[in-house]
């Protein structure tokens, strides 16, 4: 059921291109690590397969704003009708007053005088460095990440990997923006959003989709719709989409690699629940204590997470430093099945980056290798 809530179960999950697919997860997380492609276009990749990247980056950032950016499941790419239902978090940003910085005086002023003139990027305001850590910012990057923070400002797009930043009342949409939803409508919204996200999910699942707190789960959860349920082997209490419980889930599973910030895998606890899987991101991790690489990759094939590829480019070869693949995929009896799955991920991916030729460095347990046929599927 959560596969196919999440777009990788089924033909539906490619219904409306990438608008729907960002519609139907509510959420897209943004990071700025990129090995094969960024998330925000990998996310995409696994479940609507080769769509163009800048197909992907119109999508979200086309002309006519369809997404904006916000605090999600960290910062996050969020469909545009979701504007009223983050007034909430703005409101308590306003309450507290800062986010990592105190706005030093007349800074905003200066930057509202800027923005009264059209967009801004933080290279415009000046002293901004790009990818420069929270702690080494700027009086303007402090600035302008608080009328961020409060909704005075909203970034609709991108330009590389840098933000835009306008004013709100220039692009929300009118009949959005008059919107002013009280703290409980908007959680009642994001917590019904989250459990459609999810099909079937606890408590602390429904939290963490948004970074909500639990207990303003428990404060919505019976205006939003979804119904208790038990599911075996659980110990929390949970509660389902009903229209995921209406109809039996059917269809092709997807064969892929998965961003490691896929909704489907970004809650550590759940997926280690769900599947039995337990990733964890290494970027940030010293590279003699890595386990599984730089920036692991899950490996999704028959509704299963197999295993993990850490994967890199060399002109046009796509490398898997490590694959890493879970024990009982490696059995006798399902080792044939879990190479094959991971031959097709690998020169799927190989293709969208435009790649022509695939490398294994290194497989754990060693004696797969062996079996592996890297030739390119027919």
């Not at 239902?85 to 007053?97: C, D, T």
């Not at 949409?173 to 917590?191: K, S």
């Not at 910030?261 to 964890?280: I, M, N, Q, T």
């Amino acid at each position: 059921m959560q596969l196919r809530a999440q777009g990788l179960l089924g033909s539906g999950g490619r219904d409306g291109g990438v608008p729907g697919l960002l519609e139907r997860l509510g959420a897209v997380q943004l990071d700025t690590i990129s090995v094969l492609a960024r998330s925000h276009e990998l996310i995409p990749y696994a479940r609507l397969g080769p769509v163009g990247r800048a197909t992907v980056e119109k999508a979200y950032w086309g002309d006519k704003p369809r997404a904006f950016e916000y605090w999600a499941h960290a910062a996050s790419i969020l469909p545009i009708s979701e504007w009223p239902s983050f007034a909430f978090r703005r409101r308590a940003f306003v309450e507290r007053g800062w986010r990592w910085h105190k706005v030093p005086e007349g800074v905003c002023d200066e930057i509202r005088a800027r923005l009264a003139d059209g967009p801004i990027t933080t290279k415009d305001l000046g002293g901004a460095k790009a990818g420069a850590d929270w702690w080494q910012w700027s009086d303007h990057k402090i600035g302008i990440e608080w009328l961020w923070d409060i909704g005075e400002v909203v970034c609709v797009r991108r330009v590389g990997w840098r933000r835009v930043y306008d004013l709100a009342e220039r692009v929300v949409p009118p009949h959005l923006l008059d919107q002013d939803l009280d703290d409980a409508a908007c959680l009642t919204r994001l917590v019904r959003r989250a459990g459609e996200a999810l099909a079937v999910a606890t408590r602390a699942d429904l939290a963490d989709y948004y970074r909500v707190k639990q207990d303003q789960v428990d404060a919505v959860i019976e205006a939003t719709g979804l119904v208790p349920v038990q599911v075996e082997g659980w110990k929390q209490p949970a509660w389902a989409d009903p229209e995921a419980l209406a109809t039996p889930p059917r269809g092709r599973h997807v064969t892929t690699l998965l961003s490691p910030f896929d909704s489907l895998v970004w809650d550590r606890a759940r997926a280690s629940r769900v599947f039995g899987f337990d990733h964890r991101l290494e970027a940030y991790v010293p590279k003699d204590k890595r386990i599984h690489g730089y920036f692991a990759m899950p490996l999704l094939a028959g509704g299963r997470l197999l295993g993990r590829v850490d994967p890199a480019r060399e002109a046009t070869t796509l490398i898997a430093r490590q694959v890493t693949l879970e024990p009982w995929a490696t059995t006798p009896a399902r080792q044939e099945s879990t190479l094959e799955a991971l031959r097709t991920a690998l020169w799927r991916a190989a293709a969208w980056v435009g790649c022509d030729s695939v490398r294994v460095e290194r497989i754990n347990p060693s004696g797969m290798g062996r079996g592996l046929d890297l030739t390119p599927p027919a």
